[in-house]
């Protein structure tokens, strides 16, 4: 078996695109995913699981109708499931999600932000 650590600022460096998640390991049929982010995204939910929020770099918010949630480096927020919530960063900000295979980054809304999914980095 060939033991390769996943480093997460190389594979962020190969990331051109905002708001295109790529896929950089998986865990049973968990997908970590990198991103980079700037400006606002969807109101989206995702009806049958959470997703994982962690900061690499940068910071960023996640608005809820009931509230908000900031992020910065180093932190980690989970959006429980069937939550409708919409990321935003004023300046880029690169971030790690971890979600079940399949799920795709707009949830149930159609978008041009709706990212071609299980793409790996």
């Given at each position: 078996?060939?033991?390769q650590a996943v480093?997460?600022n190389?594979?962020?460096?190969?990331?051109?695109?905002?708001?295109?998640?790529r896929v950089?390991?998986?865990?049973?049929?968990?997908?970590?995913?990198?991103?980079k982010i700037?400006?606002?995204?969807?109101?989206?939910?995702?009806?049958?699981?959470?997703?994982?929020f962690?900061?690499?770099?940068g910071?960023?918010?996640?608005?809820?109708?009931d509230?908000q949630?900031?992020?910065?480096q180093g932190d980690l927020?989970v959006?429980p499931?069937?939550v409708?919530h919409k990321?935003?960063?004023?300046?880029?900000?690169?971030?790690?999600l971890?979600?079940p295979?399949?799920?795709?980054n707009?949830?149930d809304?159609?978008?041009d932000?709706?990212a071609?999914?299980?793409?790996?980095?």
């Amino acid at each position: 078996m060939d033991y390769q650590a996943v480093n997460l600022n190389e594979k962020l460096a190969l990331l051109n695109e905002q708001w295109s998640p790529r896929v950089v390991s998986e865990m049973n049929d968990y997908q970590f995913k990198i991103v980079k982010i700037e400006g606002h995204f969807v109101w989206h939910v995702h009806q049958d699981t959470d997703e994982v929020f962690m900061v690499v770099q940068g910071e960023m918010v996640i608005d809820f109708r009931d509230g908000q949630v900031k992020l910065a480096q180093g932190d980690l927020f989970v959006v429980p499931k069937g939550v409708e919530h919409k990321p935003f960063a004023e300046r880029e900000c690169h971030v790690m999600l971890v979600e079940p295979r399949g799920v795709l980054n707009t949830g149930d809304t159609e978008s041009d932000r709706t990212a071609v999914n299980d793409v790996w980095i």
